[in-house]
């Protein structure tokens, strides 16, 4: 099911992926990003920083679940947050040294990358967990236990 949201500039397209506690992630990503893009955000470095804190939880929240319930493609999946997470690393260095630009095509760009994201790698994950009778988010112990990306 395909979800919209438009900052006042552009329209950006995020897809559910039909599995409830991924959407939740899904639409929190969607409003950070909203929030990034938007010129009246103002403080990049803040809305970048609520960004990259999101991001950090939301992938060890999928890495948990791919752990616990024997994903067979986590290993890519895996790569894919790891890359996500190095990008914004280095958009977050270039934003502290005074390089807001990189953020405006970071916010212009990621919508595309996720869209694909979402409906090869999330899509599947879901499929997987629904298949495998997971209902919800694992417990915030059980994910900084497992020690990746929080």
Do not use: Y
Request: some cysteine.
């Amino acid at each position: 099911m395909q979800a919209s949201a438009t900052d006042g500039k552009q329209e950006m397209s995020f897809f559910e992926v039909g599995f409830e506690p991924m959407d939740e992630l899904h639409r929190e990503f969607r409003d950070l990003l909203i929030a990034l893009a938007s010129p009246e955000g103002g403080d990049h470095g803040a809305n970048l920083l609520a960004l990259h804190e999101h991001l950090l939880h939301h992938c060890a929240i999928e890495e948990q679940w791919m752990k616990g319930s024997d994903f067979p493609s986590s290993a890519c999946h895996h790569q894919e947050h790891e890359m996500l997470l190095e990008v914004i690393s280095e958009v977050r260095r270039r934003c502290d040294a005074g390089d807001t630009e990189v953020v405006q095509r970071l916010a212009a760009e990621l919508p595309r990358w996720f869209e694909i994201h979402a409906n090869t790698m999330d899509a599947a994950l879901a499929f997987h967990l629904r298949e495998a009778g997971v209902t919800a988010k694992p417990s915030q112990d059980r994910v900084e236990a497992l020690g990746v990306f929080v």
